[in-house]
């Protein structure tokens, strides 16, 4: 008996620890993300007044790339992925100077129309302030650990207005196949503390209530099951892509600044052939396509070399909200192909984009209920499963640790980061070949006459 109640009262403690811990948090990360994303609204509107804003882009990209190297070059590229590297090798330790650094730089890549997402530097602040806070408070490597991942999901959280989809993401997104339970209630509080403090402080969140516009019959389900596996191989075309310009970029022996020169010449070149559509957010184009405005069929792939070019050649910013345009946009290509609704299959496109670039199979099927409601739920689901599996070994964010094989007849070491597995190593042009081979058929045989 006295061992049970011994049992009850340490988790007691410890359930009222973190209670506290992740309240702190919440907070904290909620008006750190406030405080981002009003900077970054503030400026957008500022520099979309002026019809050629984006020919300042190479000297963002220079500002943006010297700012990192010598302040914090732990805050370049994507945030996230530089989090995860935390947790998994430094115990969760962030240098203070990232939190400024990537707020400041990440404003001025998309200000200026680098192709990047908000979330990213969200989750590396929220991840910052939260090792900051373990400092302060002295905790050991496990906390400080837990703390940060606490950081990652408030910082999600307040970013999208979806503090279930963002405190499992944060979960969800260090290991493939694997949820870390012991997190998930400082996680939940976090996450639903910081969307509150954000929200109250006047910061907008995007939510499209979708109804549905898909009756089942038999052949619906099969269309689902094609339209994850051609979400998939988006996924898989996105990383791969980013891979080959991260290669490319890291051929190129120059001063990074000058790097951030080369890249933002090339978005100007690229946006002058094409539009500015794909330059900055781009929530526009998203809000579009979920309701059902057709576009054209190559936009997700131009927005990929967008994003590919931002992150590689000196912007910095997020991920994931390029991963949404493709997703979307991707959706209603698929959907003319599929004979389905245009604006219910950019949704599920939108979230199965997200459920197979990054492994987070939950996290984006529980977003999809968040922001498109609940009609939607057993179709997005279902595409982002077939999405995550088709995706493979790999990730938007080579840090992830592999915790499954995906399939029994794939060989890969189990407890490794996914950069270092042999699947992302190996043929990595003949796959990319293969797989832009593919869609393009498939694009062709259906729009071009």
Known sequence: ?????????????STLKWSVLATIVG??????TAIFLKTLNWSISHTGQYSYYYLL??????????TIKYLAPDAEGHGTEKVIEAVHKYSGKIKIMVIPVKLVTSV??????????????CAQIGGGVSSVLADILRLDDNDRKKLVICGISAGFAAVFGTPVAGAIFGVEVLFIGGLLYDILLPSFI???????????????????????????????????????????????????TMNLFHNL????????PFKGLIGGSLLIVLTLLFSTQYLGLGLDTIQATLTGT????????????FTAITLNFGGSGGVITPIFFIGATSGVVFANFLGLDKGTLAAIGLVSLLAGATNTPIASSIMAIELFGADIAPYAALACIISFLMTGHRSIYPSQVLGIRKSSSIQVEIGKEIGETDTMTQHRKKSLINMVTVIGRIVKEKFIK
């Open 27 to 32: 907070m904290t990360v909620g008006l750190s």
């Open 108 to 121: 001025i890549t998309l200000a200026f129309g680098g192709s990047a997402g908000k979330e990213g530097p």
């Open 294 to 305: 057709d576009i054209i069929w190559y936009a997700f792939l131009l927005k990929i070399i």
């Open 249 to 256: 970029s890291s051929k190129i022996q120059i001063w990074k």
């Open 1 to 13: 008996m006295r061992k049970k109640l011994a049992e009850t009262t340490v988790l007691l403690i």
């Open 190 to 240: 976090a996450g639903i503390i910081s969307y509150h403090v954000s929200a109250g402080l006047g910061v907008t969140h995007f939510h499209h209530s979708t109804k549905l516009a898909l009756v089942y019959n038999d052949s619906l389900l099969i269309k689902m099951i094609i339209a994850g596996i051609l979400f998939g191989l988006v996924s898989f075309l996105l990383i791969e």
């Open 57 to 66: 882009l190479p000297a963002a990209f220079f500002v943006s790339a010297i």
